[in-house]
């Protein structure tokens, strides 16, 4: 909440200004009168909509497409902690972009297949029994993560 009483959006910056202020009490542990509410900066928003995509709302000024995209890729990388972490990251970004390859993926059951419900499972001291279900009666989608190091 502002100071106003209004929430504030959940996105990252305000999670980060939120732990730099939380970081500063912790520090100089100031007396409970001392302490200033927390006052919320809004820097812009960016969102990314799409294959090299993006809009940005920095005040009155707002802009879409590929300049937003550029500004988003930065921004993002710009927080990252560690050269490595930024490498990998920029890396992987450049091999989905140039292979058209998703970064994660939702595999559903195939189309026309009956939909099978898991058996309800026995209360057996045979720990066996449980543990070999039958992998296609378990969960009907997985998200899987797929990195540039998968192929």
Known sequence: MDNNGTPLPG??????QQGRYVAALIDQAPAHEQ???FAYKNRGILATIGRAQAVAQFGPLHMSGLLAWLIWCFAHIFFLIGFRNRVRVISEWMWFYLTF?????????????????????QQSSDSEAADSADPTEL?????????????
Do not use: S, Y
């Not at 996105?11 to 980060?16: R, Y």
């Not at 390859?101 to 898991?118: N, T, V, Y």
């Not at 969960?139 to 192929?151: G, P, Q, S, Y």
């Open 11 to 16: 996105l990252a910056p305000v999670a980060m």
């Open 35 to 37: 302490r200033r509410p």
């Open 101 to 121: 390859k998703p970064g994660a993926r939702l595999i559903f059951d195939q189309p026309g297949m009956p939909r099978q419900e898991p058996p309800a499972r």
């Open 139 to 151: 969960a009907r989608f997985h998200l899987i993560k797929k990195t540039a190091n998968d192929e």
